[in-house]
């Protein structure tokens, strides 16, 4: 199964606390709660590029499974993560001792 294709944000889990261990403030969680983030991912075998736009904030983060990579938060930090595949639809980042789930089911990320 390939990821690559435009998504549109249906739902998250864990969202405020997930924003809060990433160190955004509250009025900026409590505006980004109700926006439908789109995200466009481009998979290459093992390489991917994925560009998130929420609001008018872009984000642009590369990476290979398993090998360790740089990537941009929404508070603009710059952190290493490594990103590992489980199965062939779920992607697994470890970054700032947090753990965040991206899960592709048919056309729905």
Known sequence: MSFTGKYELQSQENFETFMKALGLPDDQIQKG???KSISE???DGKKF???VTTGSK????EFTIGEECEMEMLT???VKAV???EGDNKLIANL???KSVT???GDTI
């Not at 872009?58 to 983060?61: D, E, F, S, T």
């Open 41 to 43: 991912i481009v998979q």
């Open 76 to 78: 603009g930090e710059k």
């Open 58 to 61: 872009v984000l642009h983060n």
């Open 83 to 85: 990103v590992h595949m």
């Open 96 to 98: 700032k001792g947090l």
């Open 33 to 35: 709660k109700d926006i």
């Open 49 to 51: 590029k994925v560009t």
């Open 103 to 105: 899960e592709l089911h």
